[in-house]
């Protein structure tokens, strides 16, 4: 007869120590572990099921903080399902400068590529939103920071140009840290390329719009982002040149509260205007209508139009539109004062 195992010793405590370690607290834990995030907000600080934060468009439920969108889910968010066709995807970064550093640019490069599964920081491709065809081009902040080198410029450069073949309007939705330091002076230059293209596309007479998201700052606010017919700012983005923390330590002042955030340069017109995401689609295809009608009207219509002056003011000066004055109110300097 075989001798039961003694409690104290091996017993009923024996058998539950033998029994796999993974019980109903632990799966919960699992099931639940990266689904909540904490909103940012220190005024709000609330926790955030991850689900609601993307069917609100990466928004927060409580105080409406917008969290940063990589380029992907900003392109399915803002343009018409299924009318994305990318375009220079083959573009890819080299060193040109052989960038020494505590690791080489590019297994800096490698890294940020497997972590978004993008080539570089910028995708831009063909689209239409509610059906008028444009160019759109997305930044991708986790990429490097969204820094722009010499892919980023050749990309957007080539974007712009690719809109002004084919007569359409651009959209960039900006999202970057300035240019990228690991190729020096060729990521300055990428400045002046994209400023080139725009000014052709200016001149062909079409439309030019930026969405300034957090944050947007350096080489890239001061080329292709601030260059736009129209500029619209997400709700309390960092926009700017230089940190307000080095501005501070430089001129050796106290900056006001609200310092490049998108509310404050509304106000002191440096923006057009500030959407929340949820309307910014609407506000896209608002302003894109009005933009495009000249290209809409038909041959009999555009023969009874006045003719247009030559020269720089070739364009035809545009009326208001009543649904976008509220949205600009507080950006009362005009285009022209920011060039």
Not at 5 to 12: M, N, Q
């Amino acid at each position: 007869m075989a001798q039961q195992p003694k409690r104290g010793a091996g017993g009923k405590e024996a058998r539950e120590s033998k029994e796999p370690a993974v019980g109903p607290e632990r799966k919960r834990r699992v099931q639940t572990e990266g689904q909540f995030i904490k909103c940012p907000n220190r005024s709000c600080s609330q926790s955030l099921f991850i689900k609601d934060i993307e069917k609100n468009f990466h928004c927060c439920k409580s105080c409406g903080h917008h969290f940063r969108v990589g380029s992907r889910r900003r392109v399915e968010i803002t343009i018409d399902p299924g009318t994305w066709v990318e375009l220079f995807d083959h573009l890819e970064s080299i060193d040109p400068l052989q960038f020494k550093g505590k690791r080489s640019y590019l297994e800096r490069i490698k890294e940020s590529q497997e972590k978004t599964g993008l080539r570089d920081a910028v995708i831009c491709g063909e689209a239409r939103i509610e059906g008028i065809p444009l160019v759109f081009c997305a930044m991708d902040f986790q990429f490097m920071g969204g820094s722009m080198g010499s892919v980023v410029g050749e990309k957007i450069a080539r974007a712009i140009e690719h809109g002004t073949k084919n007569g359409w309007a651009v959209v960039i939705v900006c999202c970057s840290g300035g240019a990228r330091m690991d190729e020096g002076v060729l990521s300055l230059m990428q400045m002046a390329k994209t400023s080139a293209a725009i000014e052709r596309h200016n001149a062909a007479g079409l439309a030019y719009i930026t969405v300034l998201s957090d944050p947007t700052m350096a080489g890239v606010s001061a080329s292709y982002a601030f260059l736009a017919d129209v500029i619209i700012g997400e709700p309390k983005a960092m926009i700017g040149f230089a940190g307000a923390r080095v501005i501070e330590q430089t001129i050796r002042k106290k900056l006001p509260e609200g310092f490049q955030t998108a509310e404050f340069l509304l106000k002191h017109g440096q923006i057009d205007m500030v959407v929340p995401r949820s309307e910014m689609r609407g506000t896209l295809a608002k302003i894109l209508r009005y933009a495009t009608v000249q290209r809409q009207e038909t041959p009999r219509t555009a023969k009874a139009r006045s003719p247009k002056p030559s020269g720089s003011s070739a364009r035809a000066k545009a009326e208001p539109v009543p649904e976008l004055v509220g949205a600009a109110s507080g950006g009362s300097a005009k285009k022209s004062r920011r060039r």
